[in-house]
Nanobody, 118 residues
Framework: QVQMVESGGGMVQAGGSLNLSCVVS????????VGWYRQIPGEERDLVAE???????TYADSVKGRATISRDDAKNTVNLQISDLKPEDAGVYYC????????????WGPGIQVTVLA
């Protein structure tokens, strides 16, 4: 099955920037969508950013204007950058891939913790 490994998390200063990377075990061009979700304890796992094969992005309202999703096709890597970090950006970030519009085709990475220091 498809596997993903996230990196770049940890403790980050409020007002600073976050750079996450996700290495996918298959060609990222084989997926309808690739992106990132975030989960806070006791809350649902919510979309942060995603992009289509045509590189059309979608961002959560909470990060619009601050986030950029990108990919490196040669390295099968999906990246997420968030600037001007706020406390609400904290949580566990999950890389995901999806082969179709159905959520049942989604696969997830193990997740990586992001803590925002005031």
């Amino acid at each position: 099955q498809v596997q993903m490994v996230e990196s770049g998390g940890g403790m980050v200063q409020a007002g600073g920037s976050l750079n996450l990377s996700c290495v996918v075990s298959a060609s990222i061009l084989s997926f309808k969508f690739v992106g990132w979700y975030r989960q806070i304890p006791g809350e649902e796992r919510d979309l942060v950013a995603e992009m289509t094969r045509a590189e059309v992005p979608t961002y959560a309202d909470s990060v619009k204007g601050r986030a950029t999703i990108s990919r490196d096709d040669a390295k099968n890597t999906v990246n997420l950058q968030i600037s001007d970090l706020k406390p609400e950006d904290a949580g566990v970030y999950y890389c995901y891939t999806r082969r179709s519009f159905s959520i049942t085709s989604a696969a997830w990475g193990p997740g990586i913790q992001v803590t925002v220091l005031a």
